[in-house]
């Protein structure tokens, strides 16, 4: 069994997964593991709601892959400034590229660019202290539209409508924590463009929506006519029909009013975001051949993701993913994840992702070109060569502790787990000091 070694770049659940699997199916392999971020798990950390810990908890599963040492975590490293392509073929055998996908789908309507039109990954990017974003976000919106039926509207929606105070028992950072208090809000109007039966979210996530404190579930008896819901339509599943269950015992109940209103609203096509001075002022709708105009001055667009297009890696630009075939794409350059298939499905569908890639690439081990320099001592001088501030696994460690350490100082009316470090230099500063 020849020697292998594979670069991964992309230290979430996919490249980690990707990670795993192989050095579970070829056993004289190593792997390196890039990230552009000094910290693991991207989406888990940077993507997943921060008051959803039961999918954060899947961090624990990956901390172990990446602690067991079949592994080594490289952050702070960007593919194609700090190692290019011809960097790989000198280093590896192979490069798998799980680099996700962090940008918005366009909407293209009149408006979108308005002052108060969001992209909502920009948003998440935001509440989930990305160190790239801004810290401070423009909170200073009553009525706000979120567009989309997918978790992500959901997830959007549900921070927006929240109290701050029920976000602090979280990891939140700080600043997120002071931008979601000073936040207005009275009004969150979630726009579907299909039916109530045709709703992306699933059933946990559009539950709790109903278990937010303090705010109102506002749904429209005319986007639920007699026989809304066909029980045995083709297509059907469980979920459809627990989700079926859930908005009509909405539907059905006398709520509560409250502090904050959450509407759902169905059958709205969007048409155009409207503007004075450059600013958003509502946004109209096409609800069946009829025009719907409501006034608003945020606009946050989570119709799906997109993922980004690397430096001299074969992209299809409709799609927004790699060009590849079962996670192959040229001589060596394989891919998985998001990045391969596209934005869709939960985090768990990544691993059979993961196994269809490495299948490919360990059927292909006989092919690979021997790299000219396969010492990892070799990698580490060319990044320490241009002066990149590469953190690693024993850096991460003192981060993560660094995090649960300013969780367990805080005092305030909660206790908290963690608190996230948000500063990209601090982060680096903080993995890379020698005595801590
Ligand atoms: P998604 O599930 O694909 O939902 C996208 C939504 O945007 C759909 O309702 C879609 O409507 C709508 N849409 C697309 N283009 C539109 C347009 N031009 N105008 C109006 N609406 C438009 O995507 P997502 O919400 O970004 O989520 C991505 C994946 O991550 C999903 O698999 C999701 O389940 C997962 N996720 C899971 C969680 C969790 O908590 N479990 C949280 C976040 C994300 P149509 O259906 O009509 O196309």
């Not at 070694?5 to 659940?13: K, L, N, Q, T, W």
């Not at 974003?133 to 919106?141: D, K, N, Q």
Request: proline share 6%.
């Amino acid at each position: 069994m020849k020697p292998l070694r594979v670069a991964i770049f992309g230290a979430g659940p996919a490249g980690i997964y990707a990670g795993n699997i192989l050095a579970s199916s070829y056993e004289n392999v190593t792997i390196d593991l890039f990230d552009s971020l000094p910290a693991p798990y991207g989406l888990i950390r940077y993507g997943v709601a921060p008051d959803h810990p039961r999918i954060k908890g899947i961090v624990n599963s990956l901390h172990e892959m990446l602690d067991s040492g079949k592994i080594r975590f490289f952050g702070n490293v960007e593919f194609g400034k700090d190692l290019k392509l011809d960097d790989i073929r000198r280093h590896y055998h192979a490069v798998i590229f799980a680099t996700g996908a962090i940008k918005d789908a366009k909407l293209q309507i009149p408006g979108v660019d308005l002052e108060g039109s969001f992209g909502a990954a920009d948003f998440v990017s935001w509440y989930d202290g990305h160190p790239d974003v801004s810290r401070t976000w423009p909170l200073t919106a009553e009525k706000v539209a979120v567009l989309g039926n997918g978790n992500v509207a959901l997830d959007v929606a549900r921070v927006l409508a929240k109290q701050a105070d029920d976000m602090l028992t979280t990891d939140i950072p700080e600043n997120v924590y002071e931008g979601l208090k000073q936040s207005p809000v009275t009004d969150v109007h979630v726009f579907g463009r299909r039916g109530p039966a045709d709703i992306k979210f699933t059933p946990i996530e559009l539950r709790e929506l109903g278990e937010v404190e303090d705010v109102e579930i506002v749904l429209y008896p005319e986007d639920f006519p007699e026989g809304w819901f066909d029980e045995d339509a083709d297509g059907v599943t469980n979920q459809h029909r627990v989700m079926a269950r859930v908005l009509q015992s909405w539907l059905d109940r006398d709520s509560e009013p409250a502090k904050r209103r959450l509407h759902l609203h169905f059958w709205h096509q969007p048409k155009e975001i409207l503007g004075e001075a450059g600013k958003v002022v509502g946004m109209s709708f096409d609800r069946k051949g009829e025009t719907r105009e409501y006034p608003l001055q945020a606009i946050y667009r989570a119709i799906g993701y997109w993922g980004s297009e690397l430096p001299e890696v074969p992209y299809d630009e409709t799609k927004g993913v790699i060009k590849n075939i079962g996670g192959r794409v040229v001589d060596g350059i394989y891919a998985t994840g998001w990045i391969k298939r596209g934005p869709v499905g939960l985090i768990g569908h990544t691993k059979s992702d993961a196994m269809e890639t490495i299948e490919n690439l360990v059927a292909d081990v006989d092919t690979l070109a021997d790299p000219a320099e396969p010492e990892l001592q070799q990698v580490l001088s060319l990044l320490q060569s241009r002066n990149v501030a590469y953190t690693d696994w024993a850096g991460w460690l003192k981060l993560n502790s660094h995090e649960l350490e300013l969780g367990e100082k805080f005092v305030g009316p909660v206790s908290r787990e963690r608190v996230k470090v948000v500063d990209r230099q601090e982060q680096v500063e903080i993995a890379r000091a020698e005595n801590i």
